[in-house]
């Protein structure tokens, strides 16, 4: 349905909507107040190494919370995506949200007043009023939260944090979510793409030869030579993986004849930096592969202003991922709007500020996030931060897809098994991933779940010898931090939150082909090489979703699990392994040419760490992959 006034119709159905709340002085305040989650966790297996110097300089966030609360606006977003309440699609449009829930004018001028009075600088307001940003020294800062700023060392980092909980006039505390910045332990999302070199882009990157244009195409009997014969693999004779799908693949295979193509809808993309090349690089790729040439307009670009943490975050590697998230998107939707949002940096705090810019702006109804990180890395702040964020795009109407990972379980990166964050929020959806088939005719000739074990060809060529036992795979599993939403009663395992939600192509070793301007040497061109990770199924499932709000008449649909769940015919269940065990691949030694040698390696199907394939919802792919009843599913 149409965004429409709320007021009365929300008024008469719950107590949600507040009036405006006068803020009073903090200076008359006579006792403080906590601020929930601000102590930091790790506190107690951390080394102190001393006092913080109180001329040292800091910096943070302060994030406001939405009038009412956030209990409050998670009770609206759910109804809003519920069947059968007042609220079912009566989405808010901005300015009613900006009326109802929105921090007023007047608690940015409480909170920056208390700040300056204490001796801080105010230096931003963030848009909708979703935070208030300050500088100055760690004196000033340990006055205005009423705490003791130390230096300790964990986990591998020299870090400056709070050794108390925060705490401020109790009269400003309710409108206070959050305080970021005054831990200096980072929190560094990582894109979820994987490229086919097993390295980063864009260094110059090309597929090597043979490959298939469609799965099964060539079969691995020769080496590139076509007079060296290939073992085979646990005897049978593998193909070469495919070249990487295109868009006219994916979209046969997935949507099949349907004349929808995402007309009418944005969908929003959110990374850290922005490509200088991507307008062009996106446009060459459409054309070249059979999407369509961007209208005017279409392709819409918020890049970041002064860029930061490049050392840690490597925006090479991120301009890789805001490639494979544009171009994905269109393949699927080839007449959906896109907007990029660049963050800063890849810092937790910058692509919050990415999303606060999106949910304000208010034009996008799909939100496609291919980043995270681990579970054991996300704080009770952080969350509730994430959070404020998700529900106020809700509330207008928006749906969050995140990538699910691409290391599994995550025992063997971290040593716990454990799922990521943002994506087991329950406020978004999960997107896991599959090892696809696409056949000749453009038909899924299988899926499974995506888990790779890597094979290298023996010295003497008679042989696949195993070289890496776990080498990537969709993330998923149990969260630490959520109980079951109410959408997975009875589907997915009792007690916690558990992702995926859902799975679409994720494997490289059966990706999807993009384009990107590299560094070959002293050259930079254009070039197109074959890519996957849940950073290709998130954008993939957003684009195919484009088509399903189209068909509703271009409306979002707020949060989307509930559709998701109480459709699961829109989804084909991941059950059977296919035939083949996995596929050949070829790379070049230097990832450029034949000049250095070529290296031979097969990739397994279906082995994703302690995460399994089964019937019904999984692990691996959640209730399955959309096929084209997803289509109409969304109403």
């Not at 200076?27 to 601020?35: F, G, L, Q």
């Not at 929105?102 to 230096?123: D, E, H, I, K």
């Not at 509330?395 to 964050?421: C, I, P, R, W």
């Not at 149990?478 to 192509?505: E, T």
Request: proline share 5%; hydrophobic share 35%; with cysteine.
């Amino acid at each position: 349905m149409k965004k429409r006034t709320l007021a009365a119709l929300v008024a008469g159905a719950t107590t949600l909507l507040v009036s405006t709340v006068v803020v009073a002085s903090p200076t008359s305040a006579t006792t403080n107040r906590s601020i929930p989650n601000t102590l930091p966790s790790w506190l107690a297996h951390a080394t102190h190494l001393g006092d913080v110097a109180t001329k040292s300089q800091v910096s943070g966030d302060v994030y406001l919370a939405p009038r009412g609360g956030l209990a409050a606006l998670g009770q609206l977003a759910t109804e809003m995506a519920t069947p059968g309440t007042a609220a079912y699609h009566q989405f808010l449009t901005s300015a009613e949200y900006q009326a109802s829930f929105a921090p007023t004018a007047l608690t940015v001028q409480a909170v920056t007043r208390y700040l300056v009075t204490s001796g801080l600088a105010v230096t931003d307001v963030g848009a909708g009023n979703g935070y208030v940003s300050f500088t100055g020294t760690a004196a000033a800062a340990q006055k205005a939260f009423s705490t003791r700023l130390e230096r300790y060392r964990h986990d591998g980092a020299d870090v400056q944090a709070p050794d108390s909980t925060l705490s401020v006039p109790a009269d400003l505390a309710d409108t206070i979510l959050t305080v970021d910045g005054l831990d200096t332990t980072p929190h560094i999302a990582k894109p979820a793409g994987i490229v086919s070199p097993d390295s980063p882009v864009p260094a110059g990157f090309r597929n090597a030869r043979p490959c298939s244009v469609f799965y099964g195409q060539v079969q691995a009997t020769y080496q590139a030579d076509f007079t060296t014969p290939l073992p085979t693999f646990d005897g049978q004779t593998l193909a070469y993986a495919p070249c990487g799908y295109t868009g006219p693949q994916m979209r046969a295979a997935y949507e099949g004849n349907t004349t929808l193509s995402g007309a009418g809808v944005t969908v929003a993309i959110t990374d850290a930096y922005a490509a200088s090349t991507m307008a062009k690089d996106a446009e060459t790729y459409a054309d070249r592969n059979g999407d369509g040439s961007y209208a005017a307009g279409q392709f819409v670009q918020t890049k970041p202003g002064a860029t930061t943490h490049q050392k840690a975050c490597d925006p090479s590697g991120w301009a890789g991922e805001e490639t494979l998230d544009v171009e994905a998107v269109h393949a699927m939707a080839p007449s959906a709007k896109i907007h990029y949002y660049g963050a800063n940096s890849c810092e937790d705090a910058d692509l919050l500020k990415a999303l606060n810019k999106v949910v304000n702006d208010d034009t996008a109804q799909l939100v496609t996030n291919s980043w995270g990180d681990v579970e054991s890395a996300t704080s009770a702040s952080l969350v509730a931060s994430y959070e404020s964020v998700f529900l106020h795009g809700a509330v207008e109407g928006m749906s969050f897809m995140y990538s699910s990972g691409d290391d599994g379980d995550e025992l063997a990166n971290t040593g716990v098994k454990q799922a990521d964050y943002p994506t087991s929020d329950p406020y978004v959806t999960s997107v896991g991933g599959t090892s696809t088939g696409i056949d000749g005719s453009g038909n899924l000739a299988f899926q499974t779940g995506w888990g790779t074990e890597k094979y290298s060809l023996s010295a003497n060529g008679t042989a696949w010898n195993l070289s890496t036992a776990f080498l990537y795979g969709s993330g998923g599993g149990s969260s630490g931090l959520f109980n079951q939403p109410s959408y997975q009663a009875g589907i997915a395992p009792a007690g916690h939150r558990d992702v995926p939600d859902v799975a679409m192509n994720a494997d490289p070793n059966t990706g999807m082909l993009v384009g990107e301007t590299q560094k070959f040497g002293k050259k930079t061109l254009y070039d197109q090489y074959r890519i996957g990770g849940t950073s290709l199924a998130s954008p993939l499932f957003a684009g195919m979703t484009a088509l399903a709000i189209q068909a509703n008449g271009g409306h979002g649909v707020g949060l989307l699990n509930p559709v998701i769940y109480a459709n699961p015919s829109a989804f084909t269940d991941v059950v059977e392994p296919p035939a083949a065990l996995g596929d050949v691949r070829v790379d070049f030694a230097n990832g450029v040419d034949a000049s250095d040698g070529l290296l031979y390696s097969v990739r397994t199907f279906d082995q994703d760490s302690s995460l399994t394939v089964g019937p019904g919802w999984d692990d691996v792919t959640g209730l399955g992959s959309p096929n084209s009843a997803w289509l109409s599913a969304v109403h």
